[in-house]
């Protein structure tokens, strides 16, 4: 390595720390910090493995694939590529303006500092991150290269080296768990076949197939939990960028699950995701008081109803997949919990004046669990990470939110923490239960135009929505499944009953 391109780094390093004390947020980079003690103490030493040289960064940063598919122009915002077949081939869109085609020849142009950062950072991300973290926290802001992701998340999970090759320890265990099947896996071939329909390579046979053998695998790996819905929307985007390797994706998600502690969202109890809403409350008064005294106090909404979709799914069911993805950039560095608590709260600011405009809860939860509430941001993925990434992190460091589950703990009972083993099924009940009235008494062959606002895929365009409910019959049996678990009768119930028994006549 050059060391004045080193002493450079160095320079720059101290300027932006200068700055941060001047504008008394020099503890910026606390969550970067925090969460690398933590990738610390679940690290996998890994032996026998030669570092990369910087020739390796440079030979890097010029490939090109599908992993392209999120760039975006960073002048006008409109995405480069139509789908992910396009990015493999480096087929543009025809209609790209002048500043896109500008941005394009200058895209590949890396600096002698930017490599220099990646080879560091690559080869010992660790050093990395303690001798340059404002430096990593500006370089993550502006995005990893789409060329480096694989590599970097695959670091950041210990499912691989600094040259790519995988840690194989779990390799024999992920053999022997699909010698076996889940018994959720009717639900998760489902789930597979309405993951990313738009993306053409999860519509391939041996993609799928991978896909069901990571969520098949996982299920019985963790069968307390088994598998959860929700979870697709995890994997998918790693197996997108892993170029389909079903090992390092399923590697990477047992560590990722570890890291991050997430197992308690997705257990039977859920104990954890509870937290996760008394936590985001809390903040959310803190951070936004005018706008959660009108949503909570006045229009009475529960928070629950969008978090619980929002959280599980990681924003996926409705969020631009370019934004996905420098989110989970985010989410490998700085923790799961930590991103996903403050894209919620942008999310709020950001339509805040728009939500102050409802004067019904119904309306709200329409409204936050559709592709709508990304709109003001206009596509603009930069602008939307800055404005996670300025946030006060006072907020969601570990001591706050620490203090926050002690203060929970100390409120609750345990029956209040934890939630029932069909939470997932009663919370969709709750999403659903406003709009019940309207699709029993629609006629059958419109019931997809009702749901398709709070059960789809996200998509780049509305023509390729696909329901999370495959058929009438599959909503329909959902309702009545609600009905029955919330003791629920009457007309409501009778309806259901009616219009399972026609959907089932009819199918």
């Known amino acids: 390595m050059d060391s004045t391109t080193f002493q450079q780094l160095l320079e720059l390093e101290s300027n932006l720390s200068k700055a941060q004390q001047f504008l008394n947020t020099s503890n910026q980079t606390a969550l970067l910090l925090s969460h690398l003690e933590n990738l610390n103490n679940h690290s996998t030493a890994h032996t026998g493995f ?70 560091f950072f690559i080869n010992n991300f660790s050093n990395c991150i303690l001798t340059l973290p404002n430096y990593t926290r500006f370089m993550l802001t502006n995005g990893i290269p789409t060329s480096l992701r694989d590599r970097i998340w695959g670091l950041l999970t210990f499912s691989n080296n600094s040259k790519g090759e995988n840690d194989e320890y779990l390799l024999n265990l992920y053999e022997s768990l699909n010698k076996d099947i889940s018994p959720d896996i009717r639900i998760i071939t489902k789930d597979v076949n309405r993951t990313y329909p738009q993306l053409s390579m999860f519509t391939e046979f041996e993609t799928k197939s991978k896909f069901e053998k990571i969520l ?19 994997v998918a985007p790693m197996l997108f960028h892993f170029d389909k390797d079903d090992f390092k994706t399923f590697n990477s998600l047992v560590k990722f699950f570890e890291i991050n502690k997430l197992r308690n969202i997705y257990d039977n109890q859920m104990s954890g995701l509870n937290l996760w809403f008394y936590q985001f409350e809390e903040i959310f008064k803190h ?85 709508n509430c990304w709109g003001v941001f206009q596509n603009n993925v930069d602008s939307f990470i800055n404005e996670i990434m300025n946030l006060n992190i006072e907020q ?28 997932f099924i009663s919370k969709m009940f709750t999403n659903l239960k406003y709009n019940a009235e309207s699709i029993l008494s629609s006629p059958i062959d419109s019931i997809s135009s009702s749901k398709s606002s709070l059960f789809s895929i996200n998509s780049e365009s509305e023509s390729s929505n696909t329901s999370i409910f495959e058929s009438d019959f599959d909503l329909v049996e959902s309702l009545y499944k609600m009905c029955l678990e919330k003791g629920l009768d009457g007309p409501i119930l009778d309806k259901v009953k009616d219009r399972l028994y026609q959907t089932t006549t009819s199918t």
């Open 396 to 423: 969601y460091t570990e001591e706050n939110l620490q203090q926050l589950s002690t203060n929970y703990s100390q409120s609750t009972t345990k029956e209040e923490q934890d939630i029932s083993p069909n939470s």
């Open 216 to 234: 098949n695998a996982y299920s019985i790996f963790d069968s307390d939990m088994g598998y959860c819905q929700g979870l697709q929307f995890i």
């Open 287 to 371: 951070e936004l008081p005018e706008l959660s005294t009108y949503l909570i106090d006045t229009l009475n909404v529960d928070l629950k109803v969008f978090l619980s979709q929002w959280f599980l799914s990681f924003y996926s069911i409705t969020i631009p997949f370019n934004f996905l993805i420098r989110v989970f950039d985010i989410m490998f560095l700085e923790g799961v919990k930590e991103t996903l608590l403050r894209v919620g709260i942008v999310i709020l600011s950001k339509n805040s004046k728009l939500l102050q405009s409802i004067d019904e809860s119904e309306l709200v939860y329409q409204h936050l669990l559709s592709e």
């Open 50 to 119: 030669d570092g990369v040289e910087i020739k390796d960064i440079e030979s890097l940063l010029q490939q090109t694939g599908s992993f392209d598919l999120a760039i975006s122009c960073s002048s006008c915002n409109q995405l480069i590529y139509e789908n992910d077949e396009c990015a493999k081939n480096q087929i543009h869109k025809d209609n790209l303006q002048p500043c896109c085609m500008k941005m394009l020849k200058n895209l590949k142009q890396d600096d002698e500092l930017e490599i220099t950062f990646w080879w």
